[in-house]
């Protein structure tokens, strides 16, 4: 059974910095592209960012751009989110996504439970 399980998440002031991991089991996604997702109270989930099976090619929602870097690591069948000079309009739960396919963007058939960021001013 595949599974995606985010960590990482917390409590930050603004300005801070949290890396969230997402290690995937059941299978190997070393030839899959990776994203992550946010839901923020009250809205529906949204694309942050995406990386290809080789980490070659990223891409950014434009609010996070400069200050968020996705990547990953095949070996460890991991995928992580550096955020820095986090906002509170940052506070969300955070998912990590897999898709059946290589490059991005692309649709996402994999879904891990979330992890809870929340960023205080």
């Known amino acids: 059974q595949v599974q995606l399980v985010e960590s990482g998440g917390g409590l930050v002031q603004a300005g801070g910095s949290l890396r969230l991991s997402c290690a995937a089991s059941?299978?190997?996604?070393?030839?899959?592209?990776m994203a992550w997702f946010r839901r923020a109270p009250g809205k529906e989930r949204d694309f942050v960012a995406a990386i290809n099976w080789s980490g070659a090619t990223t891409s950014y929602t434009d609010s996070v751009k400069g200050r968020f870097t996705i990547s990953r690591d095949n070996a460890k069948n991991t995928v992580y989110l550096q955020m820095n000079s986090l906002k509170p309009e940052d506070t969300a739960v955070y998912y990590c996504a897999a898709s059946r396919l290589s490059s991005v963007p692309a649709p996402y058939h994999y879904w891990g439970q979330g992890t809870q960021v929340t960023v205080s001013s």
């Open positions: 059941g299978r190997t996604f070393s030839s899959n592209a």
